[in-house]
């Protein structure tokens, strides 16, 4: 009988599209252990483990090992367009969005305006 852990991932990774060698090959285990977390309760990889598999899912931590999925609160028109616009960016011009988002938070959480 599988976990809530092990349901969400298997569901992730059919979703992905991934097969179970897939996932073991990127995260660097066997695919046996990857069913093993799918399919037996009880299991509990580590932390390492865990961001990995986030990673290669495309999820966080926290979506891959809540129980209960978090409230997304409703997108504005404002947001909706935005996010067409940064979805049709290059890699590049997202990673730039992201850094210079990173940095207002930073100051924020430090005080300053």
Known sequence: MASAFGSRLRRLREAKKLTLQQVADA??????????LEMK???RPSAERVYALAKVLG????????????????ASPEDVQFFREYAGMTD???????DTLELVFRKRSKGES
């Open 41 to 43: 309760e009880g299991q």
């Open 92 to 98: 590049e011009d997202k990673q730039i969005y992201r």
């Open 59 to 74: 999820v966080t931590v926290e979506d891959l090992m809540e129980d209960q999925p978090r409230e997304v609160p409703a």
């Open 27 to 36: 995260v660097g285990c066997t695919k046996a252990y990857i069913w093993e």
